[in-house]
């Protein structure tokens, strides 16, 4: 039975999630938004001489098998062993590192299998799948490669290890190490073997400089770095687009049908991880996104903004259901696309404005930004200050009713406000004054029609007293200080409605499927936010802790948790999560100074 014990691999180009029995099980081209190539975390239906979407390892008579990254690294380790005693290591990664003045991240996966002792025997089942898992790709063989004929581009496997072995999916003895490098279709230059273990090393040093340049927490650092790595995957380079997660469909809860494609950019997701990013220093994934912003700006019709973009920034995002795949553990729909992307969400507008304003500010930036920067920020500015009190979706996307949120208002007045800030610094006292007096009269607006005056705190939406998971982010956005008595009172509305034991829900009302039967991973990190800002610093490292133990064993988490059993689910791995990680650790960290 599939499950969530997965660990990514990745180059920021293409990635792939293996499972704990060294398959391939999900990976997609030529990008994380393109057709699965390997897709049996979906359940292909029909019937395949090898298991159809799947690239697996495994010996002859095999009974254990063990995992772990290279340290600092996405490089994943497998150490398989047959019954008697044979033991091989895999070495699982994309080839990603410097070369020519560039960034080398092919379309491409490389697996190196060595025997560490006796005489164990290796099988390699592998049979992508094209059309979103309908049918096994047709193939074509030479002397050492098979050629994949997947769309939009075809892939070849080239090899040291007996061809026809393969084709067949035999058992052959491994008595030396085999190299397998699935790339583009085009002929391997040099030797396979030599060539591989050269990339592997490069890739190896590539990340752990790449993870040599954060500035960590004392506590918690290989949770960190873990998280970091993963979040920095989730990142197209060449656009600069952040996905929300690298998987569609997997279910919010068992057979909730709340099965959705997260493989796209949520301007609000990508707001958090390098918000997340940025107290890390990592700030190339800044870089590198705001590229990707600005041209989501060029592009806007009348200023507008959608909640979601492809990863090459492609507005039409249409969803469909693809129906050669039965869904995780046959939980279907499989969607394609996500239909949010013609939601109308206001937030959108203030987290283009707070991802944008630290180039203002930061003199490390090698692009810092300018007054035309600004300007062209402005026409963002004024969406979110024509829609700061007008009804949309809101962050968690109903899709069929609306009203005026609280959390989408204090986001366009958060817009206003960094905007102020950065026509300041700028030198341009007029546009500051501008929208200094938008921010003050947006935030008027909210007090007034936000709050909920029964209970002395505010509510989730205009005129209406329910609460959510989001209120918990007036602090973060300075709009409320944690010992402002309205924040005190409405973290206590908001704890007593939503939470449940060590965990917590968006919100506790029915919505388009019913009522929620999960809890959302992040909103667990906001409430242990809150304790700490609270005072309750104890109740929130305990808190912290106990949710560290249900990370799965790449240190990962998902969008969700059943909070009767603990399991994981939704998609994964979950950018949101991984954002609460890096940030509860770095507000509960002893300092540094604790110990220099």
Not at 123 to 150: F, M
Not at 427 to 434: K, S
Not at 439 to 463: L, T
Not at 487 to 512: K, Q
């Amino acid at each position: 039975m599939a499950d969530l014990n997965l660990w990514p691999i990745g180059n920021c180009q293409v990635s792939a999630l293996i499972d704990s029995q060294a398959g391939f099980v999900w990976a997609c081209a030529p990008r994380v938004d393109g057709d699965p190539l390997f897709c049996s975390l979906l359940s292909p239906k029909g019937e395949s001489a090898l298991p159809r979407g799947e690239w697996r390892l495994s010996l002859e008579n095999q009974v254990s098998v063990e995992q772990s990254y290279l340290r600092n690294t996405p490089v994943l380790v497998t150490r398989l062993t047959d019954a008697d005693g044979g033991v091989a290591e895999i070495f699982d990664f994309c080839p990603r590192f410097q070369r020519s003045g560039r960034m080398y991240r092919p379309v491409a996966f490389a697996r190196i299998v060595r025997p560490i002792s006796g005489a164990p025997r290796l099988k390699v089942a592998l049979n992508p799948s094209t059309n979103w898992g309908a049918r096994d790709a047709e193939t074509t063989t030479g002397t050492n490669h098979i050629r994949y004929l997947l769309k939009p581009q075809p892939l070849r496997l080239t090899t040291d290890a007996p061809v026809g072995q393969i084709m067949e999916g035999r058992a052959f003895r491994l008595e030396r190490a085999q190299h397998f490098f699935l790339g583009p279709d085009e002929p391997f230059v040099g030797n396979v073997g030599h060539t591989l273990a050269t990339w592997l090393h490069q890739t190896t040093e590539d990340w752990r400089d790449w993870v040599r340049g954060l500035a960590i927490p004392l506590e918690w650092q290989r949770v960190v770095i873990r998280a970091a790595i993963t979040l920095k995957l989730c990142q197209h380079e060449e656009t600069g687009a952040i996905v929300a997660a690298l998987t569609t469909s997997v279910p919010e809860a068992a057979d909730s049908g709340r099965n959705w494609d997260y493989r796209y950019c949520w301007i609000r997701d990508a707001y958090y991880t390098v918000q997340a990013l940025n107290r890390l220093g990592a700030l190339d994934v800044l870089e590198t996104y705001l590229g990707y912003l600005r041209n989501i700006v060029d592009e806007a019709k009348g200023g507008h903004i959608q909640p979601l973009y492809a990863v090459s920034g492609e507005a039409k995002i249409e969803e469909w259901e693809a129906d050669g795949l039965a869904g995780y553990r046959g939980m279907g729909p499989v969607r394609v696309g996500n239909a949010a992307y013609y939601q109308i969400q206001h937030d959108a507008y203030g987290q283009i404005i707070l991802s944008n304003v630290q180039a203002f500010f930061d003199e490390r930036l090698f692009r810092p930004a300018t007054v035309a920067d600004f300007q062209a920020l402005e026409k963002v500015g004024e969406r979110a200050w024509a829609m700061h009190d007008q009804p949309d979706a809101g962050l968690w996307e109903y899709r069929t009713r609306s009203a005026v949120h609280t959390y989408s208002s204090v986001m366009s007045w958060a817009g206003c406000d960094r905007l102020a800030n950065a026509a300041a610094v700028l030198g341009l006292d007029d546009r500051a004054a501008v929208w200094r007096e938008r921010e003050q009269a947006i935030r008027a607006r909210i007090e007034k029609e936000a709050w909920f005056a029964k209970e002395e705190r505010f509510g989730a939406s205009f005129g209406g007293g329910e609460t959510d998971a989001s209120l918990l982010q007036l602090v973060d956005m300075r709009f409320l200080a944690p010992e402002d008595p309205r924040f005190v009172r409405t973290f206590e509305a908001v704890e007593r409605e939503l939470r449940r034991g060590e965990h917590m829900l968006r919100y506790a009302a029915e919505d388009d499927f019913g009522l929620p039967e999960t809890a959302f991973n992040f909103c667990t990190f906001w409430l242990i936010e809150a304790l700490h800002l609270a005072g309750r610093s104890d109740e929130a490292r305990a808190l912290f802790e106990h949710t560290l133990e249900r990370l799965t064993p790449a240190g990962l988490l998902s969008e969700d948790t059943d909070f009767e059993t603990g399991e994981l689910w939704g998609n994964y791995p979950q950018t949101y999560s991984l954002v609460g990680l890096i940030n509860c650790a770095m507000m509960l960290s002893k300092p540094w100074t604790a110990i220099r």
